[in-house]
């Protein structure tokens, strides 16, 4: 079992529309966890950090649940910029070592 | 201003050749990373050095020898390069190690062994 799974995709979705996408780890000592957004051919960018109460930036909501060791990612309202993928990291308990999934790939069309 | 910068950016050279891939930060960051990003597209640790000291070693061939001058630089030297080298290298900083400090990666080399 891979320490960090998502759904690699691509999800196809039209402007406008919600798409979640989400990810488990095997980890359960694992502390912190983010979203990273990778473009095309570019470096991975964060997205934003996951908060165990949830936190919303703009258009975007971060869900963690230890019990069930998974995050989700709520995309409202989707631009065709938000064409990417997403990369769910875990950092383990030693704080040291990011994990990374193997992305899942997003699609916007107009 | 460029806060983590790799350089080449692309690298194409033989098997068997040696070859250097450097990271400078400029965010006065104490710890940086590197990572390879294969085929598949799975960024995987390779290591990590904390103001200058070795922290992370994970599983790679010892034809790989990462250097750390001072804390902002930290370069990542390959001997004896073989086909299954060809990847993207990211190299990626953080302030700490603990908590959840976000790493701040470079635009990444891209290496590939003919």
């Known amino acids: 079992r891979k320490e960090v799974e998502q759904d690699p995709g691509p999800f196809n979705v039209p402007e406008g529309a919600t798409v979640a996408f989400n990810c488990t780890y095997s980890?359960?000592?694992?502390?912190?966890f983010f979203w990273y957004r990778q473009d095309c051919r570019k470096e991975p960018k964060l997205l934003m950090s996951?908060?165990?109460s949830g936190n919303e930036d703009g258009r975007f909501t971060a869900q963690l649940n230890r019990a069930s060791q998974y995050i989700s990612l709520l995309i409202r309202d989707s631009k065709l910029s938000d064409s990417a993928t997403y990369l769910c990291?875990?950092?383990?308990?030693?704080?040291?070592?990011?994990?990374f999934g193997g992305g899942t790939r997003l699609m916007v069309k107009p | 201003d460029t806060a983590v910068s790799q350089t080449p950016k692309y690298l194409v050279t033989q098997m068997g050749n040696d070859k250097s891939i450097k990271c400078e930060q400029n965010?006065?960051?104490?710890?940086m990373y590197w990572y390879k990003q294969d085929s598949k597209k799975f960024l995987k640790i390779m290591f990590s050095?904390?103001?200058?000291?070795?922290?992370i070693n994970e599983t790679v061939p010892n034809r790989f020898s990462p250097k750390s001058p001072d804390k902002a630089h930290l370069n990542l030297h390959i001997n004896s390069l073989e086909l299954g080298d060809s990847a993207v290298y990211f190299c990626?900083?953080?302030?700490?190690?603990?908590?959840?400090?976000?790493?701040?990666f470079g635009d990444g080399t891209r290496l590939s062994i003919l």
């Open positions: 990626a900083s953080s302030r700490g190690q603990g908590g959840g400090q976000p790493q701040h």
């Open positions: 996951v908060y165990s």
């Open positions: 050095y904390n103001n200058k000291e070795l922290i």
């Open positions: 965010l006065g960051h104490d710890t």
């Open positions: 980890n359960s000592a694992s502390q912190s």
């Open positions: 990291v875990v950092k383990d308990n030693a704080g040291n070592m990011l994990t």
